[in-house]
């Protein structure tokens, strides 16, 4: 029986899943790698962290195949997960050159500002489909080009997901929904943006080839199969970055089922059979997994938040309802700036209607619900664009809740399906590496969250009064 491999590079980890036919997991292998700040606002990492990460998940699945009877041959594909718009410069052999400028790194703020000065927000959303932002991979270029001048003329730009494959095949090939989260590609047209590579001074020529996910990039270099462990022979075929694996290993589909991750940001993914735009331009639009698709992926206050109040509180029990005896508070979980699906920075983390009777697990309940809120808010942003789901499933630290699924199907009114699959990206590159083989994989077991009726009706009306507070405060903090 073949076996698949699907590897994620993620920013602090790489992870490796071994599959089977039938969609079971036979092994899971983790690395850790490190982040570097030199300087404020800086974050960088080196990329042969990349390659000795993915080598090392992949060598301990194979071993975990030898221990469970199965010989490395029968693996018959792998695929890459990879972290979105992580800029590397490589010499001409495929060597980096600098440290990978992660895509948490902000130096090139005011790279940023010129950029739009010369050309607004809606140049750079009709042309990539997602906001500029300093964390942008073009705005690093331009800083790149005024700062380390000698790098660019020496070198050629790379992602993550093409470093890896030039290394492990000889060609650079980027897979076109990892394209797709930079902003140099055009994901209406799924193609680059010659207009965005001209605007930073960089030849339309020099960017890698881009591959359809599922397409086979080449067979493994004779160097790279044996680092892996692996036979020749062994094709890699292009995968997806990260949110687009993780929303394909959960089953994400057009009009049927969104994907909640919910990690350190939630993000919730939908899928569409056209190219949707926002009139507004803020609902980030990449190419999925299928050459006919497009993903919604929408970024909000998360796990980050819930940690928080967590550790300011100190609220470790995870009670079975949401109810309190006191009136529910509303909060607004804004303490980084209000992202999708409205992009409001002004905004700030706030609690409304605090008395003294008033305990931490109020708050806790409060913050779970304004997150849930948030969900509520990107859906009704993004259903127009995309069709409202019949469900939504939830993958993530937040499903290990015994309340927070049952909250999220009151207030969206849908039903929640809770997959039990910890790694969905790893998943999700697998299920791309296997091709038709995983026509029939689930990702594991799921469980069915119905919304109660009893519940809808509270939760919509707190709901409008969310919204309500929402609004009276982001006018308090612009002014």
């Not at 140049?123 to 790149?144: D, K, M, Q």
Request: net charge negative.
């Amino acid at each position: 029986m073949s076996v698949f491999l699907g590897a994620d590079i993620g920013t602090t980890s790489a992870k490796c899943v071994a599959v089977d036919e039938d969609g079971a997991i036979l092994a899971l292998s983790q690395h850790p790698y490190g982040m570097s700040h030199p300087r404020q606002g800086w974050a960088e990492q080196d990329p042969e962290d990349f390659w000795q990460g993915l080598v090392s998940v992949v060598r301990g699945c194979l071993e975990q195949l030898r221990a469970g009877g199965r010989d490395p041959e029968s693996v018959a594909s792998l695929a890459l997960s990879t972290q979105g718009d992580t800029l590397i410069v490589a010499d001409r052999s495929g060597s980096a050159l600098r440290p990978a400028i992660s895509w948490m790194d902000a130096r090139a703020s005011d790279q940023c500002a010129r950029l739009l000065e010369q050309a607004d927000q809606r140049f750079w959303y009709s042309e990539t489909g997602i906001r500029l932002t300093p964390y942008s991979s073009a705005c690093a270029v331009l800083w790149l080009s005024e700062n380390e001048p000698e790098i660019l003329r020496e070198g050629v730009l790379c992602w993550v997901p093409d470093f890896l494959a030039w290394r492990m095949t000889g060609r650079r090939v980027v897979d076109v929904p990892s394209a797709s989260w930079t902003p140099f590609f055009n994901p209406f047209a799924r193609r680059w943006s010659g207009k965005v590579a001209e605007r930073v001074g960089l030849p339309a020529d020099s960017l890698p080839e881009t591959a359809e996910a599922g397409e086979a990039v080449g067979c493994l270099l004779r160097e790279a199969a044996a680092e892996f462990g692996l036979p020749e022979k062994t094709p890699l075929v292009a995968g997806a970055f990260d949110q687009a694996a993780a929303a394909h290993g959960a089953g994400a589909g057009p009009g049927g089922r969104w994907v909640l991750s919910c990690g350190t940001a939630w993000v919730l993914y939908a899928v569409a059979s056209h190219p949707p735009r926002d009139p507004e331009g803020n609902l980030p639009v990449c190419c999925h997994v299928q050459p006919d698709a497009w993903g919604l992926v929408l970024p909000f206050s998360g796990g980050t938040v819930f940690d928080w109040v967590r550790r300011t509180f100190g609220t470790e029990d995870d009670a079975s309802d949401a109810q309190s005896v006191n009136e529910p508070l509303i909060f607004i979980p804004h303490l980084y700036g209000g992202l999708c699906p409205d992009w409001q920075e002004e905004s700030k983390g706030t609690l409304v209607g605090l008395t003294l009777s008033h305990t931490a697990r109020d708050i806790e309940l409060a913050v779970m619900r304004g997150l849930a809120f948030e969900t509520c808010r990107n859906l009704e942003a993004a259903a127009p664009l995309a069709g409202r789901p019949e469900r939504v499933r939830m993958v993530g630290g937040a499903t290990r809740s015994a309340q927070w699924p049952q909250l999220i199907a009151d207030i969206l009114d849908l039903l929640v399906e809770v997959l039990d699959c910890a790694e969905s990206a790893c998943y999700g590159s697998a299920r791309l590496a296997a091709g038709e083989c995983a026509a029939g994989w689930t990702g594991g077991s799921v469980r069915v969250i119905e919304p109660r009726p009893s519940r809808v009706e509270a939760e919509r009306e707190l709901y409008g009064r969310y919204l309500d507070a929402y609004r009276r405060a982001l006018e308090f903090y612009r002014a």
